[in-house]
């Protein structure tokens, strides 16, 4: 099924393929707990960017290999490249219409302390 996503200016738009029943990630490390931010990881082939590439602009922190991707208008992290997955896009689903989930399973992640982790992180379906 077809998803579409945005920022809240509506200045990044995508489209992801993914069930109408989600399954997400909810992490705590400092910038998702900060942010709310909901995973739901695709892979590459499965993430489209309709508009607004114009309009993001990127931040890394601690090893650099997230690209945490912002709108420049309106600040918000609709989608980035996670370093678990650096081949495809975590994508926020509090980003997503409402209107083509049918449910929400949200599995928790404990990215405080990512590196005793990471493995059960991976191992997650794209």
């Known amino acids: 099924m077809k ?6 200016c509506g200045a990044v738009s995508y ?3 993914a069930p109408a029943n989600l399954d997400v990630t909810e992490c705590n490390c400092s910038i ?9 990881i695709v892979a590459n082939t499965d993430f489209k960017l309709i508009s607004g590439e114009d309009d993001l602009i990127t931040y890394t922190f601690d090893s650099g290999e997230a690209k945490h991707l912002f ?8 989608f980035y490249i996670p370093r678990s ?27 405080k302390n990512w590196e005793n982790n990471i493995d059960d992180l991976r191992a997650k379906k794209k």
């Open 85 to 111: 997955h650096p081949d495809g896009f975590s994508v926020n689903v509090h980003c997503l219409e409402e209107s083509t989930i049918k449910s929400i399973n949200i599995t928790p992640f404990d990215g």
């Open 32 to 40: 998702c707990s900060k942010s709310g931010y909901l995973h739901l």
């Open 71 to 78: 709108c420049k208008n309106c600040g918000i992290k609709s």
């Open 15 to 17: 489209e992801v393929e």
């Open 3 to 8: 998803h579409r996503g945005s920022c809240h």
